[in-house]
């Protein structure tokens, strides 16, 4: 079974270990933290856990960033003990670097919502290949406009099929024109004001809550470890789409053990197209 670790083990990096863990699928986990303690405590704390609703994972804690080496998917979280816990700015970027050499080509998952900087830093002053520096932070969103349209249409939401684009934080862009329920077009289902009113609340859903975030990144994480091959909005290095190179965008995405492994790039109308590319822009 593979391993994933965690950098940081506060709250985010808490939710992530814990649905990873009751999710089977990884054999390991380790949570990495400079408060030691505080790692092997939490990891300890959900491995009992387990007894409970019968997961087997095993779980660690350490402050050694070389127990990464091995791992499958690495997963940058949030420090503990901290007012600003979330890996970001030029902490984060120091962090990574010592990182880097120990995952030689395992994809990096970024699960907090203010992380777009640091995906970006990591390609351009680490030289990390974009297919590798995965946000997954866009796939809570995703889920949270498929509850929302779900109200509105008084369905599932497993019935829904929708993807997001943009920029975080406040870039956000839903294409209606690609969306579906239930195999049919969203257009032909919700008026005009359904949509309305669930775009006006679309900026009110920003920043996902931990729980949302941690399972977010457990799914990605599944899907790379087990080569889904799935589509997941994920935040990354644009590569050229929308007319853009070397900025941070969100994009729906087929993940594999290597990382991303294609990009898909929805047909927009018009107005969707602009917006996307002003989110990018700006």
């Known amino acids: ?24 699928r990884v054999g390991r986990i380790i949570l990495l933290d400079d408060a030691a ?29 070389s127990r ?52 970006a830093s990591a390609a351009r002053e680490l030289h990390i290949r974009r297919e590798r520096l ?10 949270a406009v498929k509850s929302m349209v779900a109200i509105e249409a008084q369905c ?12 975080p934080p406040r870039g956000f862009v839903v294409p209606w024109s690609e969306a579906s329920i239930g195999g049919h077009a969203l257009e032909r289902v919700l008026t005009q004001v359904q949509v309305s009113r669930i775009e006006n609340r679309l900026a009110r859903l920003w920043p996902p809550g931990s729980f949302a975030l941690g399972l977010a990144a457990t799914r990605v994480t599944e899907a790379l470890v087990l080569s889904a091959r799935r589509t997941f909005s994920v935040i990354t290095v644009l590569g050229g789409e929308f007319g853009a190179r070397g900025r941070v965008g969100v994009l729906p995405a087929i993940l594999s053990k290597q990382g991303i492994v294609a990009t898909r790039v ?17």
């Open 1 to 24: 079974m593979s391993t994933v670790c965690i950098i940081g083990a506060g709250e985010l990096g808490g939710a992530c270990a814990h649905a990873l863990a009751r999710s089977e």
């Open 37 to 65: 303690g505080v790692a092997a405590g939490k990891a300890l704390d959900i491995q009992q856990a387990g007894a409970v609703d019968g997961s087997h994972t095993h779980l660690e804690g350490s402050a050694d960033l």
């Open 68 to 119: 990464a080496i091995g791992a499958a998917v690495c997963i940058i979280a949030d420090r503990s003990g901290r007012s600003s816990n979330e890996w970001q700015g030029d902490e984060a970027l120091v962090m990574m670097s010592r990182l880097a050499p120990y995952l030689t080509e395992s994809p990096i998952v970024f699960a907090g919502p203010s992380q777009a900087a640091l995906i």
């Open 134 to 143: 995965i946000g997954s932070a866009a796939e809570a969103l995703c889920g």
């Open 156 to 167: 599932s939401p497993t019935e829904i099929g929708l993807t997001v684009l943009g920029a």
């Open 266 to 282: 929805p047909a927009l109308n018009t107005r969707e197209r602009v917006q996307v590319e002003n989110a990018i822009a700006g």
